[in-house]
Nanobody
Framework: QVQLVESGGGLVQAGGSLRLSCAAS????????MGWFRQAPGKERDFVAA????????YYADSVKGRFTISRELAKNTVYLQMNSLKTEDTAVYYC?????????????????WGQGTQVTVSS
């Protein structure tokens, strides 16, 4: 299996920015799309953003469009989530996910591998 490790979370003031990283290691696949999800206490794990294996197709939840940007570096097998103009409602544990497919998915069940999450807290 592929191991995913998130980093870059922390405490930030509303309106600020954070950049999350997710590094994949272990078994490699010729096609491996990746995505980001988040989960607040007592809530379901929600889709945030996803990127195809090639990096040419990107998808975002409506709540983060225009504020968040997903990208990847294939050579490093790493995906990033640049989060700008953060709001208090963005507070959650953010999870990196990967799937053995060239196509990105928007559902939790679309993904094969998961990181353990990184906490993002946005204060007012």
């Amino acid at each position: 299996q592929v191991q995913l490790v998130e980093s870059g979370g922390g405490l930030v003031q509303a309106g600020g920015s954070l950049r999350l990283s997710c590094a994949a290691s272990g078994r490699t696949f010729s096609s491996y799309a990746m995505g980001w999800f988040r989960q607040a206490p007592g809530k379901e794990r929600d889709f945030v953003a996803a990127i195809s294996w090639s990096g040419n197709s990107k998808y975002y939840a409506d709540s983060v469009k225009g504020r968040f940007t997903i990208s990847r570096e294939l050579a490093k097998n790493t995906v990033y989530l640049q989060m700008n103009s953060l709001k208090t409602e963005d507070t959650a544990v953010y999870y990196c996910a990967g799937r053995r497919s060239s196509l990105a998915g928007r559902e939790v069940n679309d993904y094969d591998d998961w990181g353990q999450g990184t906490q993002v807290t946005v204060s007012s």
